[in-house]
């Protein structure tokens, strides 16, 4: 049982690039979502989806975007990178909704927009 | 915006000591949940109190909520080198679609 995937583990982006982060879950877990964390901060969500087709914003959702095709998978796209985005980002999934149950977290990517 | 807040903000400690952490949170809760970070890797839940709840136990882990002060403590006893981390409380957005996550307490045991 792999969890939490997420893929890549480190990545280098130039500014403007854009690139997808992915996620891939094997618990048949609805529940989906992206953070990222900066220093001396706690994790900000970004995006969450409920289900398959359905996505929904977060706290700091500019500059990326998400689909839910599958259950299994959360990808998140940064459209056109920024420095601002350097940050570790971390995928999470849970059965149903938080309200009843804990979250699964990946191992995170480690982004840096140069 | 962040709902819990983490205190101490870092904790140094010798093993077989205690640590205790705080944190205290703006709204209503369902439940609580506390988790785990070690450095450079993902979260990890360590324990789920509900709002009914006022303490849970797992291992050497305690949990307490006060929800008419809006806080809860997590203390690890007899603390030990593996324990060093950092610590997040986290509760439900008021949809219960995702968590919410204080600044966490980073926790430093030396042998």
């Known amino acids: 049982n792999a969890g939490v995937t997420q893929t890549p583990k480190f990545q280098v982006l130039k500014t403007g690039q854009s690139m997808t982060l992915q996620c891939a879950q094997d618990?048949?877990?609805?529940?989906m979502s992206w953070y990222r964390q900066d220093p001396g901060m706690g994790l900000r969500l970004i995006h969450y989806?409920?289900?398959?087709?359905?996505?929904d914003q977060g706290e700091v959702p500019n500059g990326y975007n998400v689909s839910r095709s599958t259950t299994e998978d959360f990808p998140l796209r940064l459209l056109s990178a920024a420095p601002s985005q350097t940050s570790v980002y971390f995928c999470?999934?849970?059965?149903?909704?938080?309200?009843?149950?804990?979250?699964?977290f990946g191992q995170g990517t480690r982004l840096t927009v140069v | 915006s962040q709902q819990g807040e983490e205190d101490p903000q870092a904790l140094s400690i010798q093993e077989g000591e205690n640590a205790t952490m705080n944190c205290s949170y703006k709204?209503?809760?369902?439940?609580l949940q506390w988790y785990r970070q070690n450095s450079g890797r993902g979260l990890v839940h360590l324990i789920l109190?509900?709002?009914?709840?006022r303490e849970k136990h797992s291992g050497r882990l305690r949990v307490t909520l006060d929800t008419s002060k809006k806080s809860s403590s997590l203390l690890i006893t007899a603390s030990r080198a593996a324990d060093t981390a950092s610590y997040f409380c986290?509760?439900?957005?008021?949809?219960?679609?995702?968590?919410?996550f204080g600044k966490g307490t980073t926790l430093s045991v030396s042998s």
């Open positions: 999470a999934s849970s059965y149903s909704s938080i309200l009843n149950t804990e979250a699964f």
């Open positions: 618990m048949n877990h609805e529940y």
């Open positions: 989806s409920v289900g398959a087709g359905i996505t």
């Open positions: 709204t209503s809760i369902n439940n």
């Open positions: 109190i509900r709002s009914n709840e």
């Open positions: 986290a509760t439900a957005n008021q949809a219960g679609t995702a968590l919410i």
